[in-house]
């Protein structure tokens, strides 16, 4: 499967515990990013890393979330203490060049998505 | 005014008829422009990039761009009932860093 992975595709989490979503970007591609998207809401952008780097954080909320994308393994995403108000669809999407080239390079690409519930 | 607006339908066209799909956008720095498709409950898929000013064809799609207008539309001709689904403008671009700014999306109802 050439294409992006994203896993789990579902996960239950209990108010106060931690979620880890991971992403597999598709082969060749260096760029990952990250977006949540509420029931008939669009996608929200969270924040895009390179290899190794957070490059724009500007859509991550400013506590209890992080991400990371290391040397080897997939990029993880991190919520902490989850609340009821965590509860959507995290999607990833890779993309081959930079986000801002005016390029096929930057087309991005989709996994299935993480559906988390936090009950 | 939101960063990418669309209409959010829904847009009900018959099977055969041209869909057309309109979008805004209000960073006049955006140079990269996407068009994806959403089946519910399923992720976005890339359906066309468009970078220049004018239309770009790609099968039964075509996209529309003309940036002094900041405006981006998709024409789908012969529209098929499988083309229902909600579709997606995106718009990145250097004023906006390494954002992706996505709109909320148009339903559209393709009818048999």
């Known amino acids: 499967n050439a294409g992006v992975m994203q896993n789990p595709r579902h996960l239950v989490r209990r108010r106060g515990q931690e979620a880890r979503l991971r992403c597999s970007p598709m082969k060749g591609h260096s760029h990952v990013y990250w977006y949540r998207q509420l029931p008939e809401e669009g996608l929200k952008f969270m924040v895009y890393?390179?290899?190794?780097?957070?490059?724009?954080e500007s859509g991550m909320p400013k506590e209890r979330f992080s991400a990371e994308f290391p040397k080897e393994g997939p990029s993880i995403l991190r919520i902490q203490q989850v609340v009821r108000g965590d509860s959507a669809a995290y999607f990833c999407?890779?993309?081959?060049?930079?986000?801002?080239?005016?390029?096929?390079?930057?087309?991005?690409?989709f996994g299935p998505g993480t559906r988390l519930t936090v009950l | 005014q939101k960063e990418v607006e669309q209409n959010s339908g829904p847009l009900s066209v018959p099977e055969g008829a041209i869909a057309s799909l309109n979008c805004t956008y209000s960073?006049?720095?955006?140079?990269?422009f996407f068009w994806y498709r959403q089946y519910s409950g399923k992720s976005p898929e890339l359906i066309m990039s468009i970078y220049s000013n004018g239309d770009k064809e790609d099968g039964r799609f075509t996209a529309q761009l003309n940036k002094a207008s900041q405006y981006v539309s998709l024409l789908i001709r012969d529209s098929q009932p499988s083309d229902s689904a909600t579709y997606l403008c995106a718009v990145n671009g250097p004023t906006g860093g390494f954002k992706t700014i996505f709109g909320a999306g148009t339903r559209l109802f393709v009818k048999a």
């Open positions: 890393l390179q290899k190794e780097n957070i490059i724009d």
């Open positions: 999407a890779s993309s081959r060049g930079q986000g801002r080239t005016k390029s096929l390079n930057n087309e991005q690409f």
């Open positions: 960073d006049r720095g955006s140079q990269s």
